[in-house]
């Protein structure tokens, strides 16, 4: 019986990258999803306050 598949480099790269591609974004997906359920944030503080109204006087800072 003939083996009628063939694989050069270029479909070894190519397989090789979608694996790759895959587990960075299941590792992105997770990433999303724990801030997401555990309310975790990044450490800047640049949209601190963002849900306050304008006319708030706890949202003016006096730096």
């Given amino acids: 019986m003939p083996v009628l598949a063939y694989l050069d480099p270029g479909s ?3 397989i090789v990258q979608a694996l ?10 997770f990433k ?6 555990f309310g975790r ?3 800047d503080d640049a949209d ?3 849900d306050r109204p304008l006319d708030d ?6 730096d």
């Fill in 12 to 14: 070894g790269t190519l």
């Fill in 20 to 29: 790759l591609g895959g587990v960075a974004g299941v590792a992105v997906l």
């Fill in 32 to 37: 999303t999803m724990g801030r997401r359920l």
């Fill in 41 to 43: 944030r990044s450490g």
């Fill in 48 to 50: 601190e306050g963002a």
């Fill in 57 to 62: 006087p706890a949202s003016i800072r006096e």
